[in-house]
């Protein structure tokens, strides 16, 4: 069965560096931030003080909605974050709702979420490292006594490993499941005789209705869920890295 | 048709790693540029903005309060300096009345006192007049009925006793 079991496609390879593979997640990326900047464009054309433009007030609300929650859970001098966090949300969303357009979701490759777990886990030592200088740091290994240094260190790698493959499991388990549910529905319709064959084009009844209501929670909800997860759990190791050394 | 190579379910590519890191940044930037900085500074101003008219609108109100107040203070002084003059014009017409009814008085008196002397006046001159007057009668009827002769001095004695007996008459 295709596309389970398997990593995303590559669609061309650069002929540098003896060859670098571009797989479906870099283009539907390229596509992504293509689609943003559009977006980001067509909101804030003709921003006033006073809205008058039904865009204006949605460029605002989304704004104020990451605005707002880096506030609450990180705090007001924080504020700089929310673009980040921002595009960790629309990324993380994006990235997992391109499925309802038959691509494959990105953070369904294990190397998008691990990139930014990546990035998280590098914002979490900096801060940590700027909070308590590099001394305070390394001794946070060894605190409360040094006895608990493997577990400090495991629990360190831990974190962005965790982040990384909670986004990853919930985003292509949701895939390889939908796909699952698609060919074992095409069996039933079979099996019930409600499959029908057009032109070499197999329709099976079966799989009208039902993977819709399915893919409303493993891509929509999924998706959706996970990205302000990951989010969520961004602002707090930070800000917590932060507060941590003081 | 080629067939597309694919990659493993679960890899560690480096390439995707870093071209997503790349794709992470410069989405990262376009939100912060195109969207975030855009829309705050927005917010920011009409922020700035609302809290500038609240301050005119206290300040204007604080204006207006005292100048009420001002003109409340002023109101109540033009009313008591009114009272002021009605109360001192009051009191200065009754002191011209006063004087005029005393001139008045003073006048009148003088008026009847002068016509007193007058009467008193003319009633000497008429009564002297009339002496004069029986004198003459007196001595011309004596030298006409007496023929006789009288000394000087019995002539002067006569005439007052004369007179006397006129005033009494």
């Known amino acids: 069965m295709d596309g389970i079991g398997q990593g995303p496609k590559v669609v061309f390879t650069l002929p540098i560096f003896g060859g670098i593979d571009i797989t479906e997640t870099i283009v539907i990326g390229w596509l992504i931030i293509v689609a943003v900047l559009l977006v980001c464009l067509y909101l804030t054309k003709g921003l006033s003080k006073k809205p008058t433009k039904k865009r204006q007030i949605v460029a605002e609300m989304f704004v104020g909605f990451v605005n707002n929650m880096v506030d609450t859970t990180m705090g007001k001098k924080w504020k700089r974050y929310a673009p980040y966090i921002a595009t960790l949300l629309v990324y993380a969303v994006l990235g997992a709702l391109v499925s309802l357009l038959g691509l494959r979701s990105m953070t369904a490759d294990f190397n998008v979420p691990l990139t930014w777990a990546l990035m998280t886990f590098i914002l979490i030592t900096y801060h940590k490292i700027r909070a308590g200088g590099v001394l305070g740091y390394a001794k946070g290994f060894a605190s409360p006594i040094p006895v608990m240094l493997p577990l400090n260190l495991l629990s360190e790698v831990a974190t962005p490993l965790s982040m990384a493959f909670r986004m990853f499991g919930n985003i292509s ?74 | 048709m080629v067939l597309a190579k694919v990659t493993e379910f ?6 995707t ?153």
């Open chain 2, 10 to 15: 679960l890899t560690i590519d480096p390439a």
């Open chain 2, 17 to 169: 790693i870093v071209l997503t890191l790349c794709n992470t940044l410069i989405l990262f930037l376009i939100l912060k540029h195109f969207l975030f900085d855009k829309v705050n500074k927005v917010i920011d101003d009409r922020k700035n903005e609302i809290a500038e008219s609240y301050k005119n609108a206290d300040e204007a109100q604080r204006k207006a309060e005292n100048l009420a107040a001002e003109y409340d203070a002023k109101i109540g002084k033009a009313k008591e300096e009114g009272a002021e003059i009605v109360r001192a014009a009051t009191v200065k017409a009754q002191t011209r009345s006063d004087e005029i009814i005393a001139e008045a008085r003073a006048e009148a008196k003088g008026i009847v006192d002068n016509a007193n002397n007058e009467i008193e006046r003319e009633k000497k001159i008429a009564v002297n007049q009339i002496k004069d007057e029986i004198a003459q009668i007196a001595i011309s009827a004596a030298s006409a009925v007496a023929e006789k002769e009288i000394g000087l001095k019995d002539n002067e004695k006569l005439i007052e006793s004369f007179i006397e007996h006129v005033g009494e008459q």
């Open chain 1, 173 to 246: 388990g949701g895939a390889v499941i939908t796909t699952l549910i698609y060919s074992a529905l095409a069996g039933l319709s079979k099996l019930i005789h409600l499959s029908f064959e057009i032109g070499g084009i197999g329709l099976n009844a079966g799989q009208l209705f039902i993977p819709a209501v399915l893919s409303v929670y493993f891509d929509l909800f999924s998706g959706c869920i996970q990205a302000y997860i990951f989010a969520t759990l961004t602002m707090v190791y930070v800000s917590s890295a932060a507060d941590e050394g003081e």
